[in-house]
């Protein structure tokens, strides 16, 4: 049986030869038929289809549990770069290609921007600049503004639960890499290549904190065959990172992966984070397409049994949250050395020469490998073969069965004389308003159905994002307004470094806990709602073709009826019309695409921050008039007044500036992706029934008039139109045979 980049080649090569065909046609014909247009179009777009069709593979994990081990492991060498830390991590995407190569998108100056001035609100030395312009790095007096405030705060102010702050983190990043990213870096969107001898020394880049923060996307072509053409693994790093951005740019890429391989240590088992993550994953919606891979570190178990007792441990603890969830379990270090053992230090073939003698731990990780693989190939398999069938070669299959019988037509057309031609003509004629109207009859009822799911669209959005109900938004004002500030942790603070130093750190710490709640809450609950709206769409739109592409069916068989006399062929039976698994590519033909899940975490523009400031400086001065009438543990218990002053105000302005934003956001989603999407599948559902009537009711006043004024060449024109015939009936033939492959291949 064919493999299936074979199969792909196969599909391209019948859709190339259908177009062909179509041209033929409008030779004969002299004119470009409206029709013929419509199918040569859906050729073209086949085509474009295939060849950028892609299976996507996520990887994901907690840190230092083996995802780019696992990930080199799948292309048999050392490619990405292992042990990389969290404080910049990227979603690295890797591909098979001809060569090696590297390619590194660089975030806009605008996006650089908007993180330093969201990562800014309530910097001090930026409130204290007078500068009521937003920060621009590329400003020399704006960077000096940036370091100063950064020097002012001392370094164990930036620590908030053992954890650097992630604004001072981001903007330290930034200003460190400035000097040597600058270059590079464009209004719009550049790429930093590296490639062949050169393609190692993009893990420099990515390594470097100062360099990846500028990152925004990463592509890794490797000329080894991996798991083939059309496959993409994503490795994605940061899903425990302390910065909720990096749990986003994971759920981007989650929400778009067909399967989801989560890696688990053997050495720790499931982690609090790895619970908190599979959460969050269920809670998207999309369980059912992760797998497990529990990575065993060999130098960890004295056993086979230790070993064996651990992973009962971890299928256990994944139940609570999976279902017989499906595990494997090998070592992706010990696959990955003995891929390389050539190219190994001593060190390591030491190591890989340790392990190799514990043979029963070898022999069951070499067997649960073994396992995976098969399971990840037939997987890819059935994916691949799935969007192939349902999405292209019905279609294919619809354009062929059509030129076939206008090929027939024509052809019982020409062996009549000028009046036999003209009473078929005339016959044609009569039926071709009957489908005119049934065209008519399809469209508005379509467009009907459009508007009436478009208004239920509105609606579940509204009531989703609805301030008033207990949902998403009342529970993200509910957060804000719960959150309790330990102020007693800010006593030294407070005394050493003021006010607004203080504060700075107190909205640090608070931002950094709205972002996870907006990250691990919001953005799940978010994602599942979209989801089942996509769902709820294309299955309302499904329902609406079913009894309309049977209406069209039955016209064309009276249509055919009508035409006994001509002796028309039968018609062949057509496909039920439906989308299927095609979401996917009428997204990407309409160019939508849902707001990134970062999207919900840019509320922080939105707050006044002179406000915030001026109301805390205010009570300061206060404080300081009355201060010398008092004591200085009263003064210091003022401070503290004025602080949680300044901390109520806080919250105020940012929940004002979380409805704000959230209330964007779901205009965002409505009007800019769901009621794009209803009218772009509606397009495409109406190609789909239009794709049926092509070649019916044609125009055939110029054939008949040539005809009857003895200008056509019959004998030529028929010789053309057998040469057609059998090539429309190989092009059938092959059509059939491909169906028939992919449905073995997908069994």
């Known amino acids: 049986m064919p493999a299936y980049e074979t199969l792909k080649r196969q599909l391209t090569r019948i859709s190339d030869d259908t177009a062909h065909l179509i041209d033929d046609a409008e030779k004969i014909t002299e004119r470009v038929d409206e029709g013929f247009s419509q199918w040569k179009t859906t050729c073209q777009v086949i085509s474009e289809q295939i060849s950028e069709e892609i299976m996507r593979v996520a990887v994901v994990g907690a840190i230092k549990s083996g995802k780019s081990t696992f ?31 590297a390619s590194l998108f660089l975030k806009s100056w605008e996006e650089v921007n908007r993180d330093i001035d969201e990562a800014s609100v309530l910097l001090p030395a ?79 880049f990515v390594g470097d ?29 940061g899903s425990d990172s302390p910065n909720p951005l990096h749990l986003a740019m994971i759920q981007d890429y989650l929400t ?19 619970i908190r993550f599979l959460s969050m994953i269920r809670n998207m919606g999309i369980l059912e397409t992760v797998v497990f891979v529990v990575n065993c570190d060999l130098s960890e178990h004295d056993s086979l049994d230790d070993l064996s007792a651990g992973l009962r441990k971890i299928e256990a603890d994944l139940s609570l949250i999976c279902p017989e969830p499906q595990m494997f379990a090998f070592s992706a270090l010990f696959v990955l050395m003995s891929q390389m053992a050539s190219d190994l230090s001593q060190r390591d073939r030491d190591r890989l020469a340790h392990w190799q003698r514990e043979a029963p731990m070898v022999d069951f990780a070499s067997a649960e490998q073994g396992r995976f693989e098969q399971f990840l190939v037939q997987k890819i398999r059935r994916e691949r073969t799935s969007l192939l069938l349902k999405n292209h070669l019905e279609r294919l299959e619809i354009v062929a069965g059509g030129i076939g019988s206008w090929i027939d037509f024509n052809r019982d057309l020409l062996a009549r004389d000028a009046g036999g031609a003209r009473e078929l003509a005339d016959r044609v004629h009569s039926q071709r308003g009957r489908l005119e109207r049934m065209k008519l009859t399809v469209k508005n009822t379509l467009d009907g159905a459009v508007n009436q799911v478009k208004r239920d669209l509105k609606t579940a959005i509204d009531r989703f994002f609805d301030e008033h109900t207990d949902g998403v938004v009342t529970g993200v004002v509910r957060f804000v307004r719960s959150y309790q500030v330990e102020m007693h942790r800010y006593d030294e603070s407070l005394m050493n470094a003021g006010f607004a130093k203080t504060l700075y750190l107190v909205f640090q710490e608070f931002k950094q806990a709205l972002d996870a709640y907006m990250a691990e809450t919001v953005n799940p609950l978010v994602i ?14 499904d ?35 439906g989308f299927g698994s095609d979401l996917e590519s009428i ?57 949680a002053s300044g901390v ?60 009857g004024e003895q200008r056509l060449d019959k004998e030529n024109v028929s010789a053309s139109l057998d040469r057609m015939r059998d090539a429309s009936r190989s092009l059938q033939e092959k059509i059939g045979d491909l169906k028939s492959d992919l449905g073995r291949l997908n069994g």
């Open 587 to 643: 997204r990407k033909v309409a160019g939508l695409s849902l707001p990134p899940a970062a999207a919900t975490m840019h509320y922080s523009a939105q707050i006044k921050t002179e406000a915030v400031m001026r109301f805390g400086f205010y009570k300061i001065v206060n404080l300081v008039k009355k201060a010398m009438r008092k004591s200085a543990d009263k003064v210091h218990q003022e401070q503290f007044l004025a602080l």
């Open 256 to 274: 778009l992966a067909h399967l989801t391989v989560y890696v688990v240590s053997s050495r720790t088992g499931l982690r609090q984070a790895d």
């Open 126 to 204: 930026h409130n204290r600049s007078g500068e009521a312009h937003p920060l621009d790095i590329r400003r020399e007096r704006d960077r000096q503004i940036l370091h100063r405030s950064l020097a002012e705060l001392a370094a164990d102010q930036l620590i908030s639960n053992d954890t650097r702050s992630a604004g001072s983190v981001l903007l330290s990043s930034y200003l460190n890499g400035y000097e040597r990213v600058q270059p590079v870096v464009q209004a719009d969107y550049a790429t930093v290549t590296f490639e062949d001898a050169r393609f190692p020394l993009h893990r420099d």
């Open 648 to 707: 109520k105000r806080m919250k105020r302005e940012t929940e004002r500036s979380v409805l704000f934003h959230l209330k964007d956001y779901k205009e965002n989603i409505k009007f800019q992706y769901m009621l794009k999407l209803a009218d772009a599948a509606a397009t495409a559902l109406y190609g789909q029934m239009l794709e049926r009537f092509q070649h019916h009711g044609a125009d055939l006043s110029r054939l008949v008039t040539l005809i």
């Open 543 to 577: 329902e609406i073709a079913g009894p309309y592409g049977a209406m069209i069916d039955e016209a064309l068989a009276q249509y055919t009826s009508a035409m006994d006399e001509g002796k028309m062929p039968q018609r062949r039976e057509s496909p039920p019309i």
């Open 528 to 541: 599942r709602f979209v989801r089942s709206q996509e769902k709820s769409l294309m299955g309302y739109l």
């Open 209 to 237: 904190d100062a360099m990846a923060v500028y990152l925004k996307d990463v592509l890794l072509e490797i000329d080894t065959p991996g798991l083939g053409e059309g496959v993409e693994i994503a490795d994605c790093q």
């Open 71 to 101: 990930v080199n492991t799948l292309y048999g060498g050392d490619y990405l770069k292992r042990g990389a830390g969290v404080v910049t991590s990227i979603v690295t995407r890797v591909r098979h290609g001809s060569r090696l190569r």
